[in-house]
């Protein structure tokens, strides 16, 4: 829990306090008894999760840690800050057998200059060097993000720099926001951008992130891919699942699915939705 960062934007270090590790052993332990009652995923979250230190571990050894037990399916975690993207956290991706493919990284802007501003201690330069390190291990590997869009003192330019950067690595699901500014932060005391070109921006910024997603679920039309199945869908008509890139998937199915996971052939899909059919149904079928 806590963040030590104190990015000028952001309440939590106030809020929740300097940062602070459970031992290792007390998850593990948390982890075996969830997986006893049927659990297949585990998703590890902190408000700044990769600067998970506790003694000599970091959230590479957890993860590898969390790898060895049995019926545990998927490994998740968030949130991560690109500061703490260590390359012992890079090289797990190499080794983790249930580490899932999608990276959550936010970079709140494409701009250097708004990267100071907002004191987030990293730059463009070693962010791209993060996800090129992974493409490299993985090319399955997928990337998510948070942007802030209009920060205070936010040009043309630093808006088209977040532009390119999205437009680069092809976020296929990201949060956007404009500027809101938090009692007591520092960046509460900024001027703010004029919202109508705040809004403008964040339209533009949508757009593109909206066809980032649209392109990627397109891509997996006619594929199979591995579903865990969480419930029946609110009307109980259909299953729900997630992929391996936490898309939602809908399939028709009978309730022994649920808590499985099952090869679902993908049919069509929306902006954030995969439509599909069990292929043990198709294989009924025929």
């Known amino acids: 829990e806590g963040c030590d960062k104190f990015c000028h934007f952001c309440v939590v270090p106030y809020t929740r306090g300097p940062e602070y590790s459970r031992p290792l052993e007390k998850i593990i332990l948390e982890a075996k008894n969830l997986i006893s009652n049927g659990t297949k995923e585990i998703v ?3 408000q700044n999760v990769n600067a998970y230190k506790n003694g000599r571990s970091r959230l590479s050894d957890l993860i590898l840690e969390l790898d060895k037990l049995t019926g545990l399916e998927r490994i998740r975690y968030t949130t991560s800050h690109p500061k703490d993207m260590t390359d012992d956290l890079i090289e797990v991706y190499k080794f983790s057998k249930k580490l899932m493919p999608l990276v959550h990284l936010p970079v709140q802007s494409g701009s250097d200059k708004i990267l100071e501003n907002m004191n987030r201690n990293h730059t463009i330069k070693t962010y791209l060097d993060i996800f090129h390190s992974l493409i490299n291990i993985n090319k399955n590997i997928k990337f998510s993000s948070d942007f802030i869009i209009s920060y205070p003192g936010e040009t043309e330019n630093d808006f088209k720099a977040t532009l390119k950067l999205i437009k680069e690595i092809e976020f296929i699901n990201s949060y956007s926001f404009i500027f809101s500014p938090r009692p007591g932060t520092v960046a509460s005391k900024l001027k ?4 109508a070109v ?3 921006r964040l339209e533009i910024i949508q757009q593109v992130l909206f066809g980032n997603q649209i392109k990627m679920n397109k891509s997996v039309e006619n594929k199979t ?3 865990l199945v969480e419930n029946r869908t609110d009307n109980k008509a259909k299953l729900f699942g997630r992929s391996e890139h936490m ?3 809908m399939f028709n199915g009978s309730d022994d699915l649920i808590g499985k996971i099952v090869k679902v052939k993908i ?3 929306n902006q954030n939705t995969l439509f599909g059919e069990a292929v ?3 294989n009924q079928k025929v």
Not at 192 to 195: A, H, P, S
């Open 192 to 195: 703010i951008i004029d919202k």
């Open 280 to 282: 043990k149904e198709i």
């Open 267 to 269: 049919l069509k899909s």
């Open 225 to 227: 891919l591995d579903v």
């Open 44 to 46: 590890l979250l902190g």
């Open 198 to 200: 705040s809004i403008k």
């Open 247 to 249: 898309t939602s998937v």
